[in-house]
């Protein structure tokens, strides 16, 4: 249940990075943003091929 809490709050930290990045024109939010987005993905794909 862990892995799909932290699985989570990856995908929701990365959401609120985007749109500070976008709204204020951040750069490195918007960059930080998509490194959270690859490593959400990166866990949902790890997990997958645990199975």
């Known amino acids: 249940m862990k ?4 699985t989570t709050a990856i995908f929701i930290a990365a959401l609120v990075l ?8 951040g750069s490195l939010l918007f960059v930080a943003g998509a490194a959270c987005e690859l490593w959400f993905w ?4 790890r997990c997958r091929t645990n199975f």
Do not use: E, K, N
């Not at 892995?3 to 932290?6: A, E, G, T, V, Y």
């Not at 990166?42 to 794909?45: E, L, Q």
């Open 42 to 45: 990166a866990r949902i794909f």
């Open 3 to 6: 892995h799909h809490l932290l």
């Open 18 to 25: 985007y749109s500070v990045g976008m709204t204020r024109g």
